[in-house]
C-alpha cells in the first residue's frame, strides 16, 4: 500500500513526518491521512523534492526505493538545501551572539544614562547662567 512506502521513505530519508510534509508542501498531518492513493499533483511535489526515488516503487511497489545510481550521491546533493544538519551550530552562534548584543545594549543604555545625567546638570548650568547675567 503506498501509505506504507510513504512513510518506508520518510524513515529511509530520515525524517520526521512533519519534516517531510513541509518539504514535500502538504499539511502537516496528510502522511497519517493517506488512504489508498494520492493525488498526482502530491506525487509530482514528493518526486521534485527527491528526484532520487524511484517511481515505480512508489506507486507500484516495483523495484528498489531509490534509483541506483542516484541513491547517495542525489540524496545528499538534494537534501542539503532543504535540511540542514547544523541547527545545534547555528543556533549556538545566534545564542553567543544574541548574548554579545545584550552586552552591547546595556553599555549603551549605561551610556546614555550618563549622557542624560550630564545633559541635566548642564541644562541646570545654563540656568544658572543665565540668572547671573541678567543681575549684572
Same mark, same amino acid.
Given at each position: 500500500? #503506498?501509505?506504507? =512506502?510513504?512513510?518506508?521513505?520518510?524513515?529511509?530519508?530520515?525524517? *520526521?513526518?512533519?519534516?517531510?510534509?513541509?518539504?514535500?508542501?502538504? *499539511?502537516?498531518?496528510?502522511?497519517?491521512?493517506?488512504?489508498?492513493?494520492?493525488? *498526482?499533483?502530491?506525487?509530482?511535489? #514528493?518526486?521534485? $523534492?527527491?528526484?532520487?526515488?524511484?517511481?515505480?516503487?512508489?506507486?507500484?511497489?516495483?523495484?528498489?526505493?531509490?534509483? &541506483?545510481?542516484?541513491?547517495?550521491? $542525489?540524496?545528499? $546533493?538534494?537534501? !542539503?538545501?532543504?535540511?540542514?544538519?547544523?541547527?545545534? /551550530?547555528?543556533? @549556538? &552562534?545566534?545564542? *553567543?551572539?544574541?548574548?554579545?548584543? !545584550?552586552?552591547?545594549?546595556?553599555?549603551? =543604555? &549605561?551610556?546614555?544614562? @550618563?549622557?542624560?545625567?550630564?545633559? /541635566?546638570?548642564?541644562?541646570? @548650568?545654563?540656568?544658572?547662567?543665565?540668572?547671573?547675567?541678567?543681575?549684572?
Amino acid at each position: 500500500m #503506498i501509505k506504507g =512506502r510513504i512513510q518506508a521513505l520518510i524513515k529511509a530519508l530520515n525524517l *520526521s513526518g512533519r519534516e517531510f510534509c513541509k518539504n514535500v508542501g502538504v *499539511s502537516d498531518s496528510w502522511n497519517r491521512t493517506i488512504k489508498h492513493s494520492i493525488g *498526482s499533483d502530491v506525487l509530482v511535489k #514528493i518526486l521534485t $523534492t527527491y528526484p532520487h526515488v524511484n517511481i515505480n516503487w512508489l506507486v507500484l511497489g516495483k523495484g528498489e526505493m531509490f534509483i &541506483e545510481d542516484m541513491h547517495l550521491e $542525489t540524496h545528499e $546533493t538534494c537534501m !542539503r538545501p532543504l535540511i540542514n544538519n547544523n541547527y545545534k /551550530e547555528i543556533y @549556538e &552562534e545566534i545564542k *553567543s551572539d544574541n548574548q554579545d548584543l !545584550r552586552k552591547e545594549n546595556k553599555q549603551l =543604555r &549605561e551610556t546614555i544614562l @550618563e549622557l542624560m545625567h550630564k545633559n /541635566e546638570d548642564l541644562m541646570v @548650568e545654563n540656568v544658572q547662567l543665565k540668572a547671573k547675567a541678567l543681575q549684572h
